[in-house]
């Protein structure tokens, strides 16, 4: 078993684009560090995972519901199970925290050539 | 509702002798920021709740089942349900995340008086 390790062994997963996560899973929760680029978005979605997560440096403005705030570090959100929410990242970037509650199977289908394929042309 | 609040703003509740935790909760998982301090001692136990967590900033030294390490920033447990584990704080003291699924319904019973009344005498 190798259940006490350094985040810097753990490969990053591609997510989406500009969102990387180093991930560590558990039987019945995914605790994901995200690395998320410069300004971008994480588009409006929602899933059955309940979710809870923490700045921990830069800045995000994110929503939940119909909840928005800008949050740093230390500001935190709860997600329950299929509410929609969207981030937008600062300019600086930022390193979140992202809990999931049951883990993210499907993150495990990701193709990370899809993730990484530019936007145009596909 | 509250989905988006600041640490800060998260009144630190004291769960033993030298070990308080600002506390999100939801209906699958418990995330704490927890503080512990210069050369504390989680003393070994274990529980239910799965726990998955990493260090934020300082030092701790973590026993989990039979493996033990030396984690800084980054590092990084997993701790299936009912598997013993202990801890030793760096002199710095430390803050951890750590995160518990099914949450640790159990912690609203902590008595705040009785947690910082002293060793001796009783």
Known sequence: MNNLQDL???GPKPIWEGVTAR?????RITMAVVELSPGGVVPEHGHENEQIGLVIQGRVTFTV???TRQL?????WRIPSNTPHRVTVGE?????LDIFSPPRSDWQQIDPEAVRR?????
């Open 8 to 10: 810097e062994t753990v």
């Open 23 to 27: 991930i560590v899973e558990g039987d």
């Open 65 to 67: 519901g119909e909840e």
């Open 72 to 76: 740093g570090p230390g500001g935190t």
């Open 92 to 96: 600086d970037g930022a390193v979140v």
């Open 118 to 122: 530019p936007l145009w042309p596909r």
